[in-house]
Structures are given as structure tokens and as C-alpha cells.
């Protein structure tokens, strides 16, 4: 459907149409705002000069959902929380992704109890999952850049 | 299987199906006939430093009044230490105020001294000192950064965050962690300073305070800093003590209380450093007394280092009942071998009585009330934490000023979320 | 200016409440009153404006839970111990003129756990006591908000009390992940 139907079946065209696509999402991939617990320090930290992340094109943390590519969920998501990143979520524009940054945010991390989910990928649909408690800057980096790895991999066959 | 469940789903639970009337008492009248507007400065929000809910009564652009709603990130961390012995619940105290855990770790730790009744050897003291002050410093430049970026002065958060790394680095050097070092335990410190701390650790102090000058040139004299800051979010000494606050924002006010003065513990009482006070109460005497309080850590700093080069000795208590031993003894001592087995897989048991502790941390006073069974668990835990209470006087601090402004005290009252709601 | 001795706390509050206060206890270098729920107020007010004692701070409200048998008649616990009911609530104030602390204690009972609130004498109480009626229960007479404050506000039940699980999920081995995988919610999109 969509493009490659238009197109016709230029096997060449395609492909480079792919690369030229996903080189440009990947190349400036703007996140959402949003910190919940330590892990947003070291988010911040990342993002400082020391492991700058504006060499990712990561500069702009867009406060609102609509402008925002990625979603970081950096720390531990409480019961009360979980209905307001669902709603983030849903507010944000395809193409979207999620990393779930930190333990807490994997699988619940320390936090095995009433008041922690066990794991955010119970609420929204995870691409990437960064390990650590929390995670050094080098690991989160190393986490989007698997996230670009996975992108570049996309094709338009798949969601056109 | 997760026990409690919620019996709402996602979806039915971001719909409000209340009403006004829930409101009634709690925001003025004027609200209920419409007359001020209610806005929702909600938990995603970039300058609530975390997830905060505010819900704003504004008249126009002027605050009436603000009722916060907390809980967003309440992690359960008193149960959870219910659940588990002394020296194991400790790593879970680290993560409640995560701008500072050495703080957290200290408050717990000297409690559960206080509790057993354990010694501290001096060396450990010293240790833990340093560790502290550390702390405070990286702590206020998080804040630095934060409430100037939040005021739009950007540059700063990149120079602080220049500054923390170096502190961090020395926290990765003590405890192989950057932040969440677990460091600090009941009896001293988990293990002596490596060999290349002491000289990172000058190397920093040399530095460090040409930094703090270059902040200082940024933004203290700075026209902007000093409107958004003079005379907003004023707090009187007596309300302020009313509404319990401590720490820099009470001294704020005038108040002269720090409890590394009033109620010295780890040695504070030995070291000469002065405490910064300030006169009005408003966000930029906040401000000030952060930018001192880098210049007084700095000054203990120096002498920490100083005595620590003098000071031998065991750097944790040597009480085996209480204290795990060193991992290179257990291959030559049978006793070490029962202690440790012993210590790591019951712990060990504390009296059937309840104590409170305070320390000064970065933010205020954070209390720990441990009440214990007499056996190795805790009965209950309660960590008193300065955010809480800060939150809690919002609503008298921010009446009568305007929205923007309500940022300006966010910022100053340096409020973390996960020490909050914990 | 002359500051007045300091007196006191116990003697000062044996005499001005006579049988109202319980217990007295000593511990680690801290002095707890045992006082009647429906005097605390009476109690805190006392000990914050009277000259000598000026406690003029509150540091922290914190509330024990000793479910399930240290407490009532069937706790036959050491002679120091005095529990006669299930909520424990422990005021701790400070006194910054003469720099010491107190903490007065008061025991609410199971079937109805009620204290008069605090926070007349010092604002900083209402959340504290917000806090003690979400997660423990106990309530707080003429509260000016008695909503939850930590948990959402549907919420059933109050955690802290010790009879509440804490709510773990089964951790997952190799041979349970499956079984576990079923039940989790996975959300696909």
C-alpha cells in the first residue's frame, strides 16, 4: 500500500528511499521531557557536556508529547503515574519510540511491591530496554544507539 | 501475582468523573462560582523538578492558592524495609532523595547506630564527613542548574553539570557507583579510600572554588536573576518554623538552626565553618545561602582532607556481632567465617524500641524513626523528609505572586520528588 | 536577655495533666510521654508556650503498627514496654531554645482509630497526619483535608499497616516465565 504501490516495484528506488528515511529519523530524534526518578539525573547528565547527547541531534527535550519523537521513561512508574504516561503516550505522533530507561523502569527494578509496575512495557510498548540502577551515561547512549540500529532497520513496506 | 491490583484500567482511570463540589474548602470561593480560573500545572511538567501535580487557582495571572498532589512517585520504600534486615535495607534508602543518597544513607545508618548502640570508629567519621559535604556540593549543583535553567539562564546547568561529574567520579572512586553508592553503612564506611581518591579529592578542592566564583559572576549581580529573585516567595521566620521548614530555606528566613551546629554528629562539632543566613526570606536570599554553603563545604572539605592524612585506624566498627568482617580474613578465622555467614544471611537483632535521628542533609532535616522488633526486621520505618514538608507550605509561600513566579519558588526551595513521597 | 531555666518536661506535664499521661520512657538519651489520644492536642500546645519548656517545633509524626500480638492484654512484653493498643502515634518535637528533643505518644484502638489533630498548633502536621490516615488509617478529628495524600485516591486499603501485603509479583525463573508471561499485562500498542 502507500508509497511502494505509487512507486511501482523500482527495486532500488525503494531501498535507498528506506536509508534516506531512517537516517533521517534517526539523526534528530527529539525526547520528551520527562524525568521520573534517579534516572532522569543521570538523563541530564548524559545530556551535559561531559556525554553530550546533542551530538545525536538529542539537543531539544520538547516539553509537549506532540512534538516529541522518543519517550525516556527514566525511573520507577508508581500505580498513580501509570494512567498519565499512558495518556504521554498516546499523545505522542508516529513515528514514536520508547526506551525504558533504568531497572525500575524494565521489570520494576528493586521495587518488588504494591506500589511499583512491574515494569513499564505493562503500560506502553517498549523498543529498547537500558539496564542499570541507574544506568552510566555510556549506557544509555549505547542504548539509543541500538534504538538507531533498530530504526535503520525499519522499512517502509512494514508501516506504509 | 501481584496482590493488590487496582480495579480500574488504564483507560477508566485517566477519565475524572468528579466534580467541582470535591474541591469545596479546599480552594476559595471565588473558584467554585467561577470567578478564578483552576489550572492544572500537572505531573509531567519541566519545572516541577519532578512528578508534581499542582492544581493552581489563579485570579488573572496572581496565585490564590495551590493544592499539591503528591504520590506520583511513592515507591513503598518503608514497607519495603520492613521486609528485609538492617544492613540489606540499605541500598533502598539510597534511592529516596537521589540528588544526595550519601544523606539518605547517613541518616539511616546513624540511626540504626543509635538503635544498636554501635560505635564509629574516627577515621570513619572523617570518611563520612567528606562524603557528606560531597554530597551537599552535588547536590546544590543539580539545584544551581535546575532553577537557573528554569529561570532561562541555560548556560549554568552545563557548567554545574561539568562540576558534578568530577564528583561523581569520586563517588565511582570510593564505591564503584556513581550515585547510588550504598557507601555510608551502620558501624562507618563499606570499605577504606582507595589511593587515588585523596589526591582527585585535592585536585577538585583547588578548583573548585574559582567554579563557585564563576557562578557567582554569572548570576548573583545579574539585573534579571535579581528581579525574578528579590522580594518573591518572602516566607516570615515564624511561619516558616510553623510550617516545619529547615534547611537553607528556613535559614533563609533568619532562623539560625543547622544541625550540624545545634546537634553535631560524625565530629561536625570539630571542624570551624560558619552556617549562611539570610534576612528576607525571598528566593534570591535562598540562592545566597546555597552559593555560601559551596564556600563552607569547601572550607570542611579542606579540613577533612587534612585530618584524614593524620587519622589511622579501622575504617568500620570492629563489633563482629553487628559488623560484617573484611572478606580477607575469612580464609585464616574460623569466628569470621561464623560472623560472616551469620551476619549475611540472618543479620542481627535489634531492640524491641523505637528512636528517631536527624541529620542536616542538603535540603533540611531528614529524621529516621526506626522502631524494631526485637528481632532482625524492622517494625516500622519512617524517614521524616525536608520535600515533603517544603511541598506542604507551598500554598503560603506562593500566595499572592504570580505564575511565573511559582516557578522562581519551586526552584528555590529545592524540592526532590523521590524524597518526597519515598 | 534573660532566658529562663529550662524545666523539666516530664515533671512539668505529670503536673499539668495529672492522669492523662500514661507511661513514661526513657531511652538511648530520649524521653517518650504516653498521653491519652484525646489529650495530645492539649499536651503539644502545653509543652509549645510554656516558659521552660518551649517546644516550638514539630519534627515528625510517625505511626507503629504492632499487629499482630504486641499490643492489649496479650502482650506480656518487658515491664518498659507499655502497648495497650494497635496504632502507635509518636509526636517528636523540638525545642531550639534549649536545644533538646521529646516525644509524646499516643495509642489509637483498632476498631476506631482516632486522634484530634494537630494541626491548630502547628500547620506542618496536616500532611504529616494525611499521610499517617492514607497509609495507616488512623484518623485525625476536624482535619481541615482528610484526602489521600500518597496512594490514588480510589484506592483500597492502607499499606502500611502490617496485616497489608506488600504486593510482590512472583520473581521469574526459567521454569515460571511462561506462567508468569500469561498473567502479565503486556501492553502490544
Known sequence: MGVSSKLGNLGVVTTTLDQAINWARTGAMW??????????????????????????????????????????????????????????YDQMAEPKWVISMGDCASCGGVYNNYAIVQGVDEIIPVDVYVA????????????????????????INDWA | MVVAEQTRTIE????????LAELQGLVSERAMTGETMLLNMGPHHPSTHGVLRLLLELDGEEIVTCLPDIGFLHTGIEKSIEDKSFEKALPLTDRMDYLSPMSNNMAYAS??????????????????VICLELARCASHLVWLGTHAIDMGAMSVLLYAFRERERILGMFEQLSGQRMMSSYIRPGGVWRDVPDVFLPTLKQFLSDFPAKVDDYEALLTQNPIWKDRGFGVGVIEPDVALAYGLTGPSLRGSGVNWDLRKAQPYSGYETYDFNVPLGEHGDVYDRYLIR??????????????VARLEKTKGPF???????????????????????????????????????IYNAIESPRGEIGCYIHGTGSNKPRRVHFKTPSFIHISALPVMSKGYLLADMVAIIGSVDIVLGDCDR | MEIPAPKDPVEAVKEAFGDAVLHIKEFRGETTIVVQPERVPDVLDFLRVTSGLVYNSLSDISAVDYYPNDYGDAFDGEDGNYRPERYGVSYHILSMLYNRRLRVKAFATDEDPVIPTATGIWPSASWLERE??????????????????LMPD???GHPHRRDYPLGKETVAFSFNIEEISKHKPFAKD
Request: hydrophobic share 40%; aromatic share 8%; with cysteine.
Open chain 3, 154 to 156: 480510589d484506592w483500597d
Open chain 2, 12 to 19: 477508566e482511570q485517566r477519565t475524572w468523573e468528579g466534580s
Open chain 2, 291 to 304: 552559593i555560601h554553603e559551596f564556600r563552607e563545604s569547601i572550607k570542611i572539605l579542606n579540613q577533612a
Open chain 2, 316 to 354: 568500620r566498627s570492629e563489633n563482629r556481632k553487628f559488623v560484617p568482617p573484611l572478606r580477607s580474613e575469612l580464609g585464616t578465622s574460623m569466628e569470621a567465617v561464623i560472623h560472616h555467614f551469620k551476619l549475611w544471611t540472618y543479620g542481627y537483632d535489634a531492640p524491641d524500641e523505637e
Open chain 1, 31 to 88: 525526547p520528551l521531557l520527562f524525568g521520573l526518578a534517579c534516572c532522569a539525573i543521570e538523563y541530564m547528565a548524559s545530556q551535559a557536556s561531559s556525554y553530550d547527547l546533542s551530538r545525536f541531534g538529542m539537543e531539544l527535550n520538547r516539553a509537549t508529547p506532540r512534538q516529541a519523537d522518543l519517550l525516556i521513561v527514566s525511573g520507577r512508574l508508581t500505580r498513580k503515574m501509570a494512567p498519565v504516561i499512558r495518556q504521554l
Open chain 2, 111 to 128: 540511626a540504626v547506630e543509635k538503635l544498636i548502640d554501635l560505635d564509629v570508629p574516627e577515621r570513619a567519621q572523617i570518611i563520612r
Open chain 1, 132 to 155: 542499570g540502577c541507574p544506568p552510566r551515561p555510556e549506557q544509555l547512549l549505547h542504548g539509543i544507539l541500538t534504538l538507531h540500529e533498530k530504526i535503520k532497520g525499519e522499512r
Open chain 3, 132 to 149: 499517617i490516615a492514607d497509609m495507616m488509617g488512623v484518623k485525625f478529628e476536624a482535619h481541615p483535608d482528610a484526602r489521600r495524600l
